[in-house]
């Protein structure tokens, strides 16, 4: 089974078909940026961008990714210059940062699609996605602040 992750074609045993996307990635490929949160899809701490969309790896089979673009946390920066979500929210860091590779990873599809959300599209954008610590200005700030960068308007 072949898998497209971060741009370069892998290999891996076919069976690993069922076995949930977040464990491929974590005990497989030692890829463990995205978190195990809740395993039920309902927190988001564990999303990865497959075909563009945001996607939760504990709810999606390793081989539904098969045939797909896969791009994981580690797959954003270009080389040493950081995607500017990732500077964003650098710059402005959480508090536990437990969430933070969800909101991250959906931050950057957002962007993908919409260069200048308003506040509004970045609330609906980012409501699927929870934070325990409460971190949701800092959230909400970092991705307008993604944009600016990502845009050159700083
Ligand atoms: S760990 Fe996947 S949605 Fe919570
Ligand atoms: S910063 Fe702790 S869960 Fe979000």
Not at 118 to 129: F, H, L, P
Request: hydrophobic share 35%; net charge neutral.
């Amino acid at each position: 089974m072949q898998l497209n992750l971060n741009g370069k074609n892998i290999e891996i045993a076919e069976d690993l078909r069922d076995e949930p996307l977040i464990w491929t990635l974590h005990d497989r490929l030692q890829l463990n940026g995205s978190r195990y949160g809740c395993g039920a899809g309902w927190c988001g701490s564990c999303t990865v961008i497959l075909d563009g969309k945001a996607t939760r790896s504990c709810q999606t089979k390793t081989s539904q990714a098969v045939g797909k673009s896969l791009i994981t946390l580690e797959g954003l920066a270009n080389g040493d210059k950081l995607h500017p979500v990732q500077q964003a929210f650098l710059e402005n860091p959480l508090q536990c940062c437990y969430c933070m590779t969800g909101h991250i990873m959906t931050a950057v599809v957002l962007l993908e699609n919409t260069a200048n959300p308003s506040s509004v599209q970045i609330d609906a954008a980012m409501d699927a996605n929870l934070c325990r610590c409460g971190g949701y200005n800092n959230i909400r700030q970092n991705v307008a602040r993604a944009s600016e960068i990502a845009r050159g308007a700083t």
